[in-house]
């Protein structure tokens, strides 16, 4: 079968072509009539010579040349204008002695040539008994090779054309016509084959051809009916067989037709009538029938019909994709009047399931004969999901009912409304679906009131979003899915954009294995774009230990639920104890307490977390990869275990965990003490667990409360901070470091004169270890001119051990190694210095006269290479035994610039040291001290008080028993005074004096003699004056009064060492060789006149120390009583 879109005259005549056409068809059909008519009388002629010529039944006898030329010039005669050609004649004579008479080859043309008819062969059979009355009419006409044309008029109706003569009238009207004839009232048959068919719908605007057709009419008095076959070959892959059928009456417009079909085209069937148009939009083969009927008036009655079509598609434009069927089947019928089509049965078979429908269908805008649309009402049953390999049984679907519009030019068809009730459930939807130039333009909306998740997964294909289906399979344990939407739109040259959202109540649902599952959750979960989320708006997790944790605001997205074992993420919020957090982080495959080292019970409070979590939707999930980025808020924090020993406080502390790292920081209270830090452990490759503390804490009075670090009350003033880091290590005790600049910290230790401003800046530096028995490895504290460093080792108890101070150095008086001996719970750690120097210039040894803790003495074990006292007098080998009880006190021993030795006390003056210092070789100490090198013997007594200015001390000297001998300044005086019997004895034996008193002031760059007297009994030696350390230079005074024994009688009148007679002198120069001055007229004057000679003694204010009120200690009664005894 040929099929092409043609202009066809019917579809689009005019009237005046109309007419014309109309009357050539007249004249066509008149000769052809004719024709016969000729024929049925050259039977006559033809069966008289037959009879004559043989007598043999069925013998074929070609009429005679000269016969057939005189009966085709009687046939061109009586059909004026037409021609008659045909190839040969003959006549054939049956058994039943009924002629035949056989043409072949025939031609009808008009005078142009034009053929009208073309015939193969025509055959006629006489009717016997029209013969016997003298007539011959055909009974029965048998065509052969005919070319006929059927045509349909925009108006529906059938007209036949013979080749060339056009068309005249609709079918029944040439039925009627031919039959009405008296030449054929004898027919009752009239049969064809070998036809050629043209079949043209003016309607459509097209034209079937078709070769070898049969058919076959027959009339039993005014019935007449007709069956007749055709075999329709086209460019398809499969050939179509029709078959048609009519049962009418001869002169009236009822009848009844029908069509049964193998293999039909469905685009061809759909434009043969309205009820068909449907099927325009499908690619398939169709087979069935066909059942219609006119009525008197003419009328189109009901049509039946029974289609079964084959595998397809469902195109209704080259451009959009097409969707595939394995079979379908529809029985129907169409109301022509009531324009409705109601089907009893509409299935489907494809590789999606199979379904059967019942409904019908109205056919709107069919003003010019031919619907705009179709409106229908359809209830579709027996559903039966199962697409090929994606399910592994069939899914049964219980009923649908469907409101839906086909428009069908262009292809729009329209769900109104869909609802699908599935076990108590029911889906609504409503959508579109156009079939146009560009592709298929699809949108589809639809809710559901709930599904069971069971249903859920029964219903979504293993096959279709395999991972997305199977995690949630393989982790939802149960929900209750609620409020179901949907959309899916589908656009030309765009990606398919689908989304799907639920609300969900009462999940259970693991999104990382081996952690603890979400449960009693509620929520949205929607996919759209690919891009699957859970929304929970209410849920928890139930710990090991610490509670629920509330997980209202966490969400599960799968980006792209395309990709095989694609990535997904958990975006976590939660509210819960920082027991249960603690619980969570510390769950496979995380076990970051585990590395920490620490149990999920290290804090109580609460906790706020936000966070992260990515991973791959696979098996056998690994800690690697799982990537997590969470922080939150703790608050209300509370641990005792956190630092052993005490409690660790905060209002908020802020938390991050990450693949890299954890840590936990803020404002938190160790006890009373502020701090400020952050713990941190990094996590991936830290086998050992390590982790850090970083921050800064409160360095200040309260600190030394928090941490019983018994410093003297008011050692520590102020406030500031340190900076501290603290080291952990799985199976190692924790190492830390804190370090402070320790501004705004005021720091005093009075025992050393050494104290640290607040407002001055400073350094102090810690390392150690914690553990069960702490150990500080380094100490470094440094700062208003203290420096020092060393370490500290602690008992079991956690009390100092041992603080050893490699090298301590104070204000350039102290340098020296220093150690600190603990004694216990509850006392001052004894302090040793072994080696190193102090410099008593620039300080003094004192002590706080109210003890140095509380009223317990700081036991101090000196022993110092060297204590220097002023310049050129230092005591080395200084060995001491001091407390602070009540002010430094204890005794010491040492050696006066190494030679020559000396014991003494300190006791607590004034807030300072006083000392009293005794020797048994006062000569070797006035030598070794470089003040007098030529003394011997004698025993001497000193005490040094502390004088208000730093480094200075006022001293009480008494010698008993000293000789001096061959001393070059005192040589020069006694030989100015021309005491010949004194050098003498002076060069000799030396001199001895029986008592030596001064009373003087010592500071770092001299010696003031306030007042000095060596007494014997051959001279007495009164001297006041400067010394200067430095340089050794002198400028003193005095009064040297010979035969003391005897003059010294005047000592009550004058100062002591003073005579009644007496002699003013003066030294001034280098101690080794100074100048001496002797003013001779002061002999003249009594002792109480002769400061009329000399300068006023030197003064220095107030600057003893203490010479009244009540001293303590033996030591510094001592001294005040040689003050008083001076003052006498």
């Known amino acids: 079968m040929s099929t092409q879109p043609t202009q066809e005259q019917g579809a689009a005549e005019t009237p005046e072509t109309a007419l014309k056409t109309s009357k050539r068809a007249r004249k066509g059909r008149r000769a052809l009539r004719h024709v016969m008519q000729f024929c049925f009388s050259s039977a006559v002629l033809l069966v008289v010579l037959g009879l004559g010529v043989a007598m043999s039944i069925g013998a074929h006898l070609r009429a005679p040349d000269w016969v057939q030329a005189r009966i085709a010039a009687r046939i061109d005669a009586s059909v004026p204008g037409y021609a008659l050609r045909f190839g040969e004649m003959s006549l054939v004579v049956g058994e039943d002695l009924v002629p035949r008479v056989a043409l072949r080859d025939v031609v009808l043309a008009n005078l142009d040539g034009v053929t009208l008819v073309t015939l193969g062969s025509l055959a006629v059979t006489v009717a016997p008994a029209p013969l016997l009355r003298g007539e011959v009419q055909p009974e029965a006409v048998h065509l052969s090779g005919a070319r006929l044309g059927l045509r349909r008029l925009a108006s529906g109706e059938f007209a036949i054309m013979f080749e060339g003569a056009g068309q005249g009238g609709t079918f029944n009207e040439q039925l009627d016509a031919l039959f009405a004839r008296p030449q054929l009232d004898a027919l009752t048959r009239v049969t064809a084959d070998n036809l050629t068919l043209r079949y043209e719908d003016a309607r459509a605007g097209r034209a079937w051809s078709a070769d070898g057709g049969r058919l076959e009419l027959v009339r039993a008095g005014k019935e007449i009916t007709l069956r007749g076959d055709v075999a329709l070959l086209g460019a398809r892959d499969y050939a179509t067989t029709l078959a048609v059928n009519y049962a009418g009456r001869i002169g009236s417009k009822a009848a009844e037709f029908g069509a049964t079909f193998e293999d039909m085209p469905a685009g061809d069937i759909a434009g043969q009538s309205p009820a068909l148009a449907w099927l325009g939009a499908l690619e398939a083969p169709i087979s069935g029938a066909l059942r219609a009927g006119v009525d008197g008036e003419g009328r189109l009655g009901p049509l039946n019909a029974t289609l079964q079509i084959g595998a397809g598609v469902l195109q209704p434009t080259p451009a959009t994709a097409p969707i595939k069927f394995r079979a379908a089947r529809s029985y129907f019928t169409y109301d022509p009047t009531a324009q409705e089509i109601r089907f009893t049965e509409l299935s489907v078979d494809s590789a999606w399931g199979q379904a059967r429908a019942e409904g019908s269908a109205r056919l709107v805008g069919m003003e010019d004969g031919w619907p705009r649309e179709l ?30 519009r086909l428009r069908l030019q262009p292809f729009v068809l329209t769900l109104g409304a869909l609802t699908l009730s599935d076990q108590g459930q029911y889906l609504r939807a409503h959508g579109e679906a156009r079939g146009g130039d560009a592709g298929w333009d699809i949108s589809l909306e639809g809710e559901m009131d709930g599904l069971a998740p069971e249903r859920l997964m029964a219903l979504w294909p293993r096959a279709a979003k395999a991972n997305t289906r199977d995690w949630i399979e393989q982790n939802v344990a149960k929900a209750d899915l609620k409020d179901i939407q949907f959309a899916l739109r589908l656009l030309p040259e765009h990606r398919p954009e689908f989304y799907l959202g639920f609300d969900f109540a009462d999940l259970e649902t693991v999104y990382v294995r081996d952690v603890p599952p979400i449960t009693g959750a509620s929520g949205r979960a929607s996919l759209y774009d690919n891009r699957f989320v859970i929304h929970a708006e209410r849920g928890e997790v139930v710990t090991d230990e610490g509670g629920a944790i509330d997980v209202a605001g966490t969400s599960f997205i799968i ?36 590395k920490a080292g620490q149990p999920v019970t290290v804090a109580e409070g609460q906790a706020e977390l936000a966070g992260q979590l990515t991973f791959l939707l696979k098996k056998q999930l690994t800690t690697e990869e799982v990537a997590f980025d969470v ?31 954890l840590e936990i920081g803020g404002a938190a209270q160790v006890g009373d003490v502020p701090v400020r830090g952050s713990w941190d452990m990094a996590i991936g490759r830290n086998p050992q667990g390590e982790s850090r503390v970083r921050g800064q804490i409160e360095l200040s009075q309260r600190f030394l409360d928090e941490f019983a670090i018994g410093l003297p009350p008011g050692s520590v003033t102020g406030a500031g901070q340190g900076v501290m ?26 025992q050393l004169d050494w104290a640290l401003g607040a407002s001055q800046l400073g350094r102090l530096d810690v390392t150690g270890r914690l553990g069960e028995v702490p150990e ?7 700062g208003a001119g203290l420096e020092a460093r060393g370490r500290v080792s602690l008992n079991a108890g956690g009390g100092l051990d041992r603080a050893e101070f490699s090298r301590v150095t104070l204000g350039g008086w102290f340098d020296a190694p220093v150690a600190l001996v603990g004694r216990g719970a509850g006392a001052a750690p004894r302090v040793e210095v072994t080696g190193g120097t102090v410099d008593l210039r620039q300080t003094s040894l004192g002590g706080s006269g109210d003890g140095a803790t509380g009223g317990q003495g700081v036991p101090i074990a000196l022993q110092l290479e060297r204590l220097q006292i002023s310049e050129g007098l230092a005591l080395t080998e200084f060995r001491g035994d001091l407390d602070t009880a009540g002010g430094m006190s204890g005794n010491f021993r040492g050696l006066v610039n190494g030679i020559a030795p000396v014991t003494g006390q300190v006791v607590p003056v004034g807030g300072r040291s006083a000392f009293r210092i005794r020797a048994d070789d006062a000569g070797g100490v006035l030598k070794a001290a470089g003040l007098l090198q030529q003394a011997r013997e004698g025993t001497l007594e000193l005490v040094l008080t502390p004088a208000p200015e730093p480094g200075s001390y006022d001293g009480v000297l008494g010698i008993d028993q000293v000789r001096v001998k061959e001393a070059p300044a005192l040589a020069a005086l006694l030989n100015t005074v021309s005491i010949v019997g004194l050098l003498e004895q002076f060069s000799g034996q030396g001199l001895h004096f029986g008592r030596v008193d001064a009373r003087f002031r010592l500071t770092p760059e001299r010696l003031i003699l306030l007042e000095g007297s060596a007494v014997g009994a051959s001279v007495g030696i009164s001297m006041d004056g400067y010394y200067r350390l430095a340089d050794k230079r002198m400028d003193m005074q005095g009064v040297v009064s010979p035969v003391y024994l005897l003059n010294g009688i005047g000592e009550a009148f004058t100062r002591p060492g003073e005579g009644l007679i007496g002699m003013n002198y003066t030294l001034k120069g280098p101690s080794s060789d100074p100048d001496v001055s002797v003013n001779p007229l002061s002999a003249l004057a009594p002792g109480f006149l002769r400061e009329m000679f000399r300068r006023p003694a030197p003064t220095v204010g107030t600057g003893r120390a203490a010479t009244s009120g009540q001293v303590e200690r033996p030591a510094a009664r001592e001294a005040q009583d040689i003050h008083q005894r001076q003052d006498r």
């Open 375 to 404: 409106q229908a009402q359809i209830r579709v049953s027996d559903v039966v999901a199962d697409p090929a390999d994606l399910y592994p049984e069939p899914i049964q679907l219980e009923e649908a009912q469907v409101a839906l």
């Open 559 to 594: 980006p792209d639920v395309r990709v095989k074992e694609s990535p997904a993420e958990a975006v976590l919020r939660t509210q819960s104890t920082i027991t249960a957090a603690l619980s969570l982080l510390d769950s496979p495959p995380f076990r970051f307490l585990q």
């Open 631 to 661: 922080t939150g808020t703790l608050s209300e924090v509370r641990s005792d275990s956190l630092i052993k020993g005490r409690v660790l406080t905060a209002e908020t502390l802020a938390v991050e965990a990450s693949n890299t790292h």
């Open 725 to 750: 880091e603290i080291g952990f290590a799985k199976g190692q005790a924790p190492e830390f470091a804190l370090s402070s600049d320790l501004a705004g910290v005021g720091l005093r230790l009075p």
């Open 776 to 782: 500080i490895t380094a100490l470094g504290l440094s």
